[in-house]
């Protein structure tokens, strides 16, 4: 019998700690009030803090997850590491995609070294990057399609991993 309450008693503190993260997102307290962009370049924080979904509703305690699947789809973002800083605050370190070409589409766009264009504008940003001799076709997934530009663009990857100075 003292085993039953036992574990009757392990079971209900462990379902309890399980719904305090769920209780206390209810809370106005734990609202995030705050929220630090760390890392990035070409992102503005207010475009990062966008892309996230966070607003003045969301908790402290809401899936992080979740906000960091929406950055993810930002092709800016390559990763993102995301803390809380109790009780209020959201710490996001964003890892931007690096461009490392100028494509001719025709106009000059730049592409990361998966050739995915960034949507980074070349007016705004001094960017001293090569590039491309040829006119490159971008698909719908908004990432070089044609043959001859994907090589080049991997050997330019290729140069830039071994000779990081020459690229």
């Known amino acids: 019998l003292r085993w039953l309450a036992v574990a009757l008693l392990a079971g209900g503190v462990t379902a309890l700690a399980a719904e305090v993260p769920r209780l206390l997102r209810r809370l106005e307290y734990f609202r995030v009030r705050r929220v630090e962009v760390v890392g990035t370049r070409y992102m503005a924080p207010q475009a990062v803090l966008e892309a996230s979904g966070i607003t003045a509703e969301s908790s402290i305690f809401d899936e992080a997850d979740v906000w960091r699947d929406r950055l993810l789809r930002h092709p800016l ?50 960017l001293d990057l090569p590039v491309l001799a040829v006119a490159s076709q971008i698909g719908e997934d908004e990432r070089i399609s044609d043959p001859e530009s994907r090589t080049l663009l991997a050997v330019l990857n290729a140069v830039r991993g071994s000779e990081p100075a020459l690229a």
Not at 113 to 124: N, T, V
């Open 77 to 126: 973002v390559a990763a993102v590491r995301i803390e809380r800083d109790l009780p209020w605050t959201v710490v996001l370190h964003v890892t931007e995609a690096e461009p490392v070409v100028f494509v001719r589409t025709p106009e000059l766009r730049p592409v990361d070294g998966s050739g995915r264009l960034l949507p980074i504008d070349p007016a705004e940003r001094s």
